[in-house]
């Protein structure tokens, strides 16, 4: 709906939720496991996915703020356990390599990276193959993005963050053709239980790994 509404312009899909050119980012909130509602209500308040003015993709969801959030992600903190939190209110962050915006530098694969702003572009691979929005796994969400790397199809590379695998080691993942699906992760590096994590679990070297090489398959690039 959005890039038919918009000459086929991706949404914006910025690094930490930053504003592009005074358009925000599909949504703004960054989560953590420590801070409580007094401190930062980015956890937990909902207006930063349907208020306009902090979301991009506000207006087009019609207030159902649940499609940000898997059912399966009930992993709180003990902190936000004792300020009485049902949920992190996003549990899913959507590929690096769609939608216009500022990119992270910092990564092995920074001055290599390319990405989709138009869905025209969507073409290796095809848009039934090219992923958009995934849940992440909950020791490594921060902000709205998640990086993966196309030249990684062997497997040797790093994970920037880990996708979820609340599903019997699988995940919800939706592609740019509409279409969503439960993906199996068959290695052993995404598969890993939630420790609360802080610093957040990211920048993960691995070697031959199956879900890596799945990643990058399923990456959009030039």
Known sequence: MYTGDN????????????????TPSWVSNHEDWFTT??????????????DSKLS??????????????????NFLSPAQRTAKWN???RSCAMDGALGAGAKYGGLPF??????????????????????????EHPDSIDDEILYTYSGYTDGNGQFTELPAANHSRA????????????HSWTGGHVVLPVIYSTPARQQINVTADPDLAWMAQHTPHM
């Open 171 to 182: 995940v919800g993942i939706s592609f740019a053709d509409g279409h969503s699906e439960i």
């Open 56 to 73: 991009l993709l506000g207006a087009y969801i019609g207030g159902s703020t649940a499609i940000f959030h898997c059912p399966a992600d």
């Open 87 to 89: 949920y992190r209110i």
């Open 7 to 22: 000459a086929d312009n991706l949404a914006i899909n910025s690094d930490w939720c930053s504003t592009y050119k005074n």
């Open 37 to 50: 509602l007094s401190t930062d209500p980015q956890n937990t308040n909902v207006l930063y996915l349907t």
């Open 110 to 135: 920074s001055t290599n990276y390319w990405w989709a702003t138009r869905s025209s572009q969507l073409n290796n691979p095809g848009p039934s193959q090219s992923w958009v929005f995934l849940d």
